[in-house]
């Protein structure tokens, strides 16, 4: 068993949601069955839909049936797991409601309060003001905040100004799980913790660098929510926005919250601008039509959303640039897109090419040097190098070969990212949840190319479902001399 946590009380509110039940139950379960949750703390679900304890308690086993790792379910674990389990019935703008979660809180008024809002972000201002009506706000409370938090920086800042009014900068906890996938904090560890890359990090070493999150998956069911947001405001301006982070950012003097956090928005403000003119060379946008995914066929995004008109992207591919020392003419290229051939999420540092080959008289080209840091389906890291095929022929022939550099796991069950994140929080760790500033610089730098897309002045593309997008996706990089990893 790990080490027994402090004694809390988490509230999820829009508890009986789809990420609650796909994501955020699981995550506890875990956390609970493993000892990080102590055996007292309280798992409070705020939702509308009145129903007793016992129904809540039937509706989370069957949720966790479903959304657990095959074989991860067990009923003795559950009866353990539902002794925290408590449900209260709010209706989140009506603060007569909160009379039932006052009452169960103010039972524990000395615990760390959790206040997970997996709502819709037009009601974290009224949350956070009927939890302060009620006076559920304590020095030890926290905040967590689902994206999306805004569609644009303007309605970013109002909601941020209403939590304020209620918590701490230092109580809120913006979430995006990418940062509590291991490997994406495996990006830290590589990048600061071996003298190896140290020297190498920069314009003089690196070609450019390649970000793709690709989805087999469509919508899900949240039609109502994508087609307002799209690929650019789902995907890019934060989960692919802060893989760039990480990848280009300087090493931080701690690992402390802010030394990171201070690092992080370095980079997001040295992103360049976009003009008009480079928007449309360096921006892509396109929603899928219909096609196949594993020789199923699969409808096109308008005929799911029901929206004919729909002009909503679910791809996107840029060319980013940033102006500092270090990345001076590296372009790092960004693509996300759903219904894609296959489900891949990577990272990939394409190094320069030696600046001589000796074996070129024979014939032998040199490939770059790449890491690739794989984030799904496999996690993994490979470094990919070029060495000699063993025998005996006359001339030298070379072949790449993969470097792995992947830890053996020695679990039986492997932490998901809101494992991680649901723990820090528990911990009071900031260190992986986005600050105020970097969210606004995040905003800013999408804004302009989300108000070129309004007005029209990048074509929306099609591509048909189960293909790796559009054509123009792949011009975006083949202009410049260069292709994407898996081409
Ligand atoms: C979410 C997006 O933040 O991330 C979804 O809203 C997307 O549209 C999901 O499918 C992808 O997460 P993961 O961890 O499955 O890559």
């Known amino acids: ?28 379960y875990h956390l609970s069955n493993n000892g990080y949750l102590n055996k007292e703390s309280r798992i409070i679900t705020a939702t509308r839909v009145s129903m007793s304890n016992e129904a809540h308690c039937d509706l989370v086993k069957v949720k966790l049936e479903e959304f657990l790792e095959e074989g991860a379910f067990d009923e003795e674990k559950f009866n353990y797991f539902k002794e925290q389990l408590h449900v209260v019935i709010i209706d989140f703008g009506d603060n007569q409601s909160y009379k039932g979660l006052s009452t169960l809180l103010g ?60 918590f701490e900068e230092s109580q809120i906890y913006r979430i995006d799980h990418y940062l509590g996938k291991d490997t994406v904090q495996n990006i830290m560890a590589l990048r600061f913790s071996n003298r190896f890359f140290m020297p190498l990090w920069d314009a003089n070493n690196i070609d450019h660098v390649q970000i793709t999150v690709a989805e087999s998956v469509g919508v899900e069911g949240r039609w109502g929510y994508y087609d307002d947001y799209g690929a ?29 956090r201070d690092e992080k928005v370095k980079v997001l403000r040295s992103l360049k601008m976009m003009t008009p003119a480079d928007i449309q060379q360096k921006t892509v946008r396109a ?46 290229y960004l693509r996300s897109g759903k219904r894609m051939r296959t489900r891949n999420s990577e990272i990939v540092i394409q190094f320069k090419t030696i600046p001589h080959s000796i074996f070129a008289n024979e014939g032998r080209c040199i490939s770059e040097n790449k890491l690739v840091i794989s984030l799904q389906p496999k996690e993994s890291i490979q470094l990919k190098l070029m060495n000699k095929i063993p025998g ?8 790449q070969v993969e470097l792995e550099l992947n830890t053996p796991l020695n679990m039986s069950h492997k932490p998901t990212a809101y ?24 905003w800013k730098w999408a804004d302009v190319i989300l108000d070129a897309w309004a007005e029209n002045q990048v074509p929306m593309k099609s591509y048909s479902a189960g293909t790796d997008g559009p054509t123009a996706g792949i011009q975006l990089i083949a202009r410049d001399g260069r292709s994407w990893h898996d081409e």
């Open 1 to 28: 068993m790990a080490e027994v946590e402090s004694l809390c009380d988490i509230v999820i509110f829009g508890g009986h949601g789809d990420l609650a039940f796909r994501k955020l139950m699981p995550a506890l």
């Open 107 to 166: 039972n524990y008024p000395q615990r760390d309060r959790i206040n997970y809002l997996s709502t819709a972000p037009d009601f974290f201002g009224s949350i956070c003001q009927s939890l302060s009506k009620w006076e559920l706000i304590s020095p030890k409370s926290r905040v967590v905040l689902e994206k999306p938090i805004g569609r644009d920086l303007d309605s970013s800042r109002v909601i941020n100004v209403e939590v304020l009014k209620y």
């Open 232 to 260: 650019m405001r789902d995907m890019i301006q934060n989960h692919l926005m802060q893989l760039l982070c990480l990848v280009a950012m300087e090493p931080p003097c701690s690992l402390e919250a802010d030394s990171v």
């Open 287 to 332: 929603q899928y039509s219909q096609g196949s995914i594993d020789g199923k066929p699969v409808p096109g995004y308008r005929e799911g959303v029901g929206v004919e008109e729909s002009t909503t992207e679910t791809f996107a591919a840029l060319r980013v640039d940033i102006n500092n020392w270090r990345w001076n003419g590296v372009p790092f």
């Open 392 to 399: 005996l022929s006359e001339e030298m022939r070379l072949q």
């Open 419 to 442: 494992e991680r994140l649901f723990l820090d929080v528990i911990r009071a760790n900031p260190t992986l949840f986005m600050r105020l500033d970097e969210v606004e610089a995040a």
